[in-house]
């Protein structure tokens, strides 16, 4: 089992920046790959970014290439996204999820362990 704890959501204005955090715990040593999603009121979950744990290969949604960075702390089990130039369209539910495979379709939201989510307001 893989427990997964987001945090570092908040509200901005537009062209603001945040960084969350997913901090994993248990099982985390068979990890290959991790993610971040959201989802907006009345739209369906969206992937965000992703990253291979063991070479560090990263993945982005085109909405949110050039403003935000996932990265991880391999000794802390914790995945960052640095999130720039936030715009109205970022405001969701931002969840982590994590898998034991190495996924090749990690926009897909089948992953097995997932965290509460943290939410990102962004106003105009």
């Known amino acids: 089992q893989v427990q997964l704890v987001e945090s570092g959501g908040g509200s901005v204005q537009a062209g603001g920046s945040l960084r969350l955090s997913c901090a994993a715990s248990?099982?985390?040593?068979?990890?290959?790959?991790m993610g971040w999603f959201r989802q907006a009121p009345g739209k369906e979950r969206e992937g965000v970014a992703g990253i291979y744990t063991d070479n560090g290969i990263t993945h982005y949604a085109d909405s949110v290439k050039g403003r935000f960075t996932i990265s991880q702390d391999n000794a802390k089990n914790t995945v960052y996204l640095q999130m720039n130039s936030l715009k109205p369209e970022d405001t969701a539910m931002y969840y982590c999820?994590?898998?034991?495979?190495?996924?090749?379709?990690?926009?897909?939201?089948?992953?097995?362990?997932w965290g509460q989510g943290t939410q990102v307001s962004v106003s105009s």
């Open positions: 999820a994590a898998d034991h495979q190495r996924r090749i379709n990690w926009f897909l939201d089948d992953y097995p362990y």
């Open positions: 248990g099982h985390t040593y068979s990890m290959k790959y």
